[in-house]
């Protein structure tokens, strides 16, 4: 199993300002997944982010948007930039212990952009 | 675009019925699970059956798998009230060159006291 930690668990921001979530494990993983969930949809998949190397982004999200660091193999974070209020979702991190394996999840955070 | 489809998106029931969700898909996986999320947060993982695989339990829950059909079913039996959540399924595989799981739309389920 993985525990995760991830803050902050929900924040309120003005337009055009930026914020960046923590996700912190507590053992060591390769990969980190970084997902967005719209209200009332389903999770779509930001981006992968490896330990050294730069995060690989899913299909409609940039780097420019969506920077990440991924420091060590139990630290990442995500920022979300510049914001806008189709930014008003929830965000969560992820891990597994290989491909394809089942994810483990943090408690998500709760962004809303007025 | 999703790769899973659930039905019914949503599903209100009486406490002690039981339960069923259903999910379809377009490719070819190596596996499929499902997950429970509580109030719009972190996701739990529920149960995982493989490509290979039919049929598969744990506790309440039952899950069968037709790939002929692309297609899934979570069945959670003598349902109690804090099974009220939303349950996706997800699919994994190869998607546009990579190893990565896909999410459906979710099924959200109300058990009614």
């Known amino acids: 199993s993985a525990v995760i930690s991830q803050k902050p668990s929900r924040d309120i921001c003005q337009r055009g300002t930026s914020l960046t979530i923590q996700c912190q494990v507590d053992s060591q993983v390769t990969m980190m997944f970084w997902y967005r969930q719209q209200p009332g949809q389903s999770l779509t998949l930001i981006a992968t982010?490896?330990?050294?190397?730069?995060?690989?982004?899913e299909s409609g999200f940039v780097i420019d948007k969506f920077p990440i660091s991924r420091p060590n193999l139990t630290f990442s974070t995500l920022t979300v930039s510049n914001m806008s209020p189709e930014d008003s979702s929830i965000y969560l991190c992820s891990v597994n212990r290989a491909p394809n394996e089942k994810l483990f999840f943090g408690s998500g955070t709760q962004l809303s952009v007025l | 675009s999703q790769q899973g489809e659930e039905d019914p998106q949503a599903l209100s029931i009486q406490e002690g019925e039981n339960a069923t969700m259903n999910c379809s898909y377009k490719?070819?996986?190596?596996?499929l699970q499902w997950y429970r999320q509580n109030s719009g947060r972190g996701l739990v993982h529920l149960i995982l059956i493989r490509s290979n695989e039919r049929e598969k339990h744990s506790g309440r829950l039952r899950v069968t798998l037709d790939t002929s059909k692309k297609s899934s079913s979570l069945l959670i039996t003598a349902s109690r009230a804090a099974d009220t959540a939303s349950y996706f399924c997800a699919t994994g595989g190869e998607f546009q060159g990579a190893q990565k799981l896909v999410f459906g739309q979710g099924t959200r389920l109300t058990i009614n006291p």
């Open positions: 982010a490896n330990q050294g190397s730069e995060a690989t982004y």
């Open positions: 490719t070819s996986i190596n596996n």
